[in-house]
């Protein structure tokens, strides 16, 4: 059962664009929303969370929408670069020890 | 260099065989994860340790098995592998109960069944 559904799979976007990544839940116990950001050949790397109590957090140009009624959150990348081409996970969990969720992830690559 | 090791970096072995892959968290990290990566599945989880204790299961065969040692390093051995076990496999750990619930990943070890 798949319980973080993520789209699209594969996303091009050119340079300088705004990247966008969706992702559905089903389990309302879930109360931690990470996304992970992988490159080729490395472990996959916090890029940034949210906790269900906000609806939006930015850090740089990268930003989580989340809409807790529809039990969906997104991943907003501004102004788009090449060195921002990578696979990107979001991810869910719940509890105090923290088994995530990962939704099966996004390759985007941004060209020049 | 998220502090979490991981050995081998890449291991090539036959159909039957049995493995074994190592992990060493980050210092102070008590949970350890371990999760299969193939291309058509994505990262699945497989298996979590604290502070050598298991405390959450996924989708892990039962040809698979783990464990945490009192160093809280961990391995995951796999058995009767077949052609379908080629993969990436992370080991990542966090500190349980922070206000940051971040999994810090390793490299991964590169398993090819030949």
């Known amino acids: 059962q798949q319980q973080v559904k993520q789209s699209p799979q594969s996303l091009i976007v050119q340079k300088g664009g705004i990247s966008i990544i969706n992702c559905a839940y089903e389990?309302?116990?879930?109360?931690?929303f990470p996304w992970y950001q992988q490159f080729p050949g490395k472990g996959p790397a916090l890029l940034i969370a949210i906790r269900p109590d906000v609806s939006e957090k930015k850090e740089g140009r990268f930003t989580i929408s989340f809409n807790k009624s529809a039990k969906q959150f997104s991943l907003h990348i501004m102004d788009s670069q090449p060195g921002d081409s990578a696979t990107y996970f979001c991810a869910a969990s719940s509890g105090g020890y923290q088994k995530v969720t990962f939704g099966i992830g996004t390759k985007l690559q941004v060209i020049p | 260099d998220s502090g979490v090791t991981q050995t081998p970096k890449h291991l090539i072995t036959a159909t039957g065989q049995r493995v074994t892959l190592r992990c060493s968290p980050r210092s102070g990290d008590l949970s350890v994860y371990w999760y299969q990566q193939s291309l058509d599945q994505g990262l699945q989880f497989l298996i979590q340790y604290y502070n050598g204790e298991e405390r959450a299961k996924g989708n892990i065969l039962e040809r698979f098995s783990a464990q945490q040692f009192p160093d809280l390093h961990s391995e995951l051995n796999l058995s009767s592998l077949e052609l379908g076990d080629s993969a990436l496999y992370f080991c990542a750990s966090s500190v349980v109960g922070g206000q940051n619930n971040e999994q810090f990943f390793g490299p991964g070890t590169r398993l090819t069944v030949l």
């Open positions: 389990n309302t116990a879930f109360d931690y």
